[in-house]
């Protein structure tokens, strides 16, 4: 059964330019958040799709967008990126309600020169 | 003032120790209380995770809660080499749909 799979694993991009990252959703769930994680820092939500809509916001500027599509995979966007948005980038999946059913993907790596 | 407190670390311990890991919150609203693990260039996995007050226990593991003090911690007997990982406590509240509030992480290093 595979877990939750994001791409790519790294990337490097230049300030200014836009970024979309994916994510495949475990198995059978069907609601998909983002994470954002510093280095040497707690992940920081930044925002959660269910029934392809945005249900839920952390506190990330609207350059910070998503989608989440009808086979429930997700893709987050960042435009016009800072060299503050290098970071590991982590996708959950969970059932809808489940505190404790989050499985994370291993991320992807933004660096931004 | 960040929502959830962890000391950094690192820790570290000889193969067999106990270990305390600590977080303390300000949210006197968060029910639900959990532990991740994360290794080098990994995702975080689910260890352990309470609901309100109290202890639980799974194998070496043991989570505690106390909502009073507003601290949770995480006790590893037996350490192993493999328990060498960053660790992560999470919380949430009652109606908020898996929007966690994680702790910086503290990093262990269990020593052969």
């Known amino acids: 059964d595979a877990g939750v799979t994001q791409s790519p694993t790294h990337l490097i991009k230049t300030r200014g330019q836009q970024v979309t990252l994916r994510c495949s959703p475990k198995s059978g769930h069907d609601t998909v958040s983002w994470y954002q994680q510093a280095l040497g820092q707690g992940p920081q939500f930044i925002f959660q799709y269910y029934e392809e809509e945005e249900r839920q916001r952390g506190n990330f500027p609207d350059r910070f967008s998503g989608h989440q599509f009808p086979n429930y995979s997700s893709e987050l966007n960042v435009n016009a990126l800072l060299l503050g948005d290098s970071a590991l980038y982590l996708c959950a999946s969970s059932l809808v309600q489940d505190h404790y059913g989050y499985t994370f993907g291993s991320g992807t790596r933004l660096t931004v020169v | 003032q960040k929502e959830v407190e962890q000391d950094p670390g690192p820790l570290s311990v000889p193969e067999g120790a106990i270990v305390s890991l600590n977080c303390t919150y300000s949210n006197s609203a968060f029910q639900y209380f959990m532990w991740y693990r994360q290794y080098s260039r990994k995702g975080p996995e689910l260890l352990m995770y309470t609901y309100s007050s109290g202890n639980k226990e799974d194998g070496r593991f043991t989570a505690q809660v106390d909502k009073s003090s507003k601290y949770i911690s995480l006790f590893i007997r037996d350490s192993q080499p493999s328990d060498s990982a960053t660790y992560l406590c999470?919380?949430?509240?009652?109606?908020?749909?898996?929007?966690?509030?994680f702790g910086s992480g503290t990093k262990l290093n269990v020593k052969p």
């Open positions: 999470a919380m949430d509240l009652t109606d908020n749909f898996n929007k966690f509030y």
